[in-house]
């Protein structure tokens, strides 16, 4: 529990010795940034928009990124080219006031460092991001990589190896953030306040992480809202702060709110 939450009391005024407020923004990316979910958007690319029953039937849960991988094999054995691909992953709509928020936080850089911590690939986010300008608004981008073999087809590989036995296999949201935030303190940078941003069930590990100064921000009538009322049900509930978000412009009036303090 080494996180200071500088800021507190008069260090706020920026006075020798005191360090400026600072604040971590953490966000998913698929059904969060963007309201979609990029791994299955790409079937859009496959002979009649669809995927052939075996292959569908083929995932078995907890191994995602390995089903994705027969997927792209599946692709570009059909031929779909990797520009075709980039040019379907561009029309993902993003989340309704999203492009708003993220405005606001490129603008608002000095006081909001940004990343993703996603169970997509890197291409679909780097692609996505880049076409729309976003991709400077976030320092890390931390997800599954992914790249063009040379025959053209994608593949993709496992972002980390983990002990954590609620995670998929291959992503541990919370031993992420937990290394971000240890290899932060290192570099002197601490947060007076950490706000995380998610839908789904993965997001649940790092917001039990969290402590009482931080904000956990699901979205509404996805499963990361639902697993957090359940904890408070069962009287087990988060330590963090929850506020519940349907467009980003709720999260939006946060920061707005966060900034004026």
Known sequence: GARSC???GGARGGGPGSRPMKFLLVFD????????????????????????NGLRSSYQPGHWTEYMGRVFVYLGDNGVKEDEMKRTMTTIPFTAGMIDLLG????????????????SNTVFIDWILKAADFHKVFDEVFTNPAAFSST?????????????AKCPKNLCKRQVLKEFLDKQLERGVSYTQIVYIGDG??????????KKNDIAMPRQGYTLEKKISQLAQSLTPVQCSVLVWSS??????????LIKE
């Open 6 to 8: 500088d800021g507190a």
């Open 29 to 52: 990316f698929d059904h969060t940034i963007i309201d979609e979910n990029s791994d299955t958007w790409i079937v859009r690319c496959a002979p009649e928009r669809k995927l052939p």
């Open 104 to 119: 606001f936080i490129g603008e608002n850089k000095e006081l909001f460092d940004c990343i993703i911590v996603s169970d």
């Open 152 to 164: 053209g087809y994608l593949t993709v590989q496992h972002f980390h190896a983990h002990h954590c």
């Open 201 to 210: 069930g993965n997001d649940l590990c790092p917001v039990m992480f969290l």
């Open 248 to 257: 980003a412009i709720d999260i939006l009036s946060y920061l707005k709110l």
